[in-house]
């Protein structure tokens, strides 16, 4: 992978992290009003089993696979960067008649102004990647 590349990979992870943790800050909040406050460890245990948090998962796996191309590229050989960058652009593709993830990252873009910067942010790293 050349240095390019690399860049372009740390500026995604680093816009899809900050969009993940504004999702589920956002997300965090409409379950502790159904089920009271949780603590951190119950929040971590919510997020990998409870439903209503599903929605994010595409996005914490994208940023996942980002984490083992980058560590893993020596042994694995090269990285497609335009499957990433296909599947960043699906993670964060709202739609209020698509998918259930699409649907609610919808929702969120019309209630949270956090998620629309953030959301903004992704966009502007991807835009650096033609089609």
Known sequence: MNDTDRQFLFDLRKSLL???KTLLDW?????ERVHGRV????????????PQFAWLRPISELIVRIDE???????NGPVDVAAIVARAR????ADET?????????TALQEHPDAV???RDVTNVLKTRAL
């Open 98 to 106: 698509g998918t259930a993830h699409a649907q609610r990252y919808h």
């Open 27 to 31: 997300e965090r909040a409409a379950y």
């Open 39 to 50: 603590s951190p460890t119950d929040l971590l245990q919510a997020t990998m089993e409870h």
């Open 117 to 119: 910067f953030a959301h």
């Open 69 to 75: 191309s980058v560590d893993t590229e020596a042994q």
């Open 90 to 93: 699906a993670a964060t593709a």
């Open 18 to 20: 900050h969009l993940h």
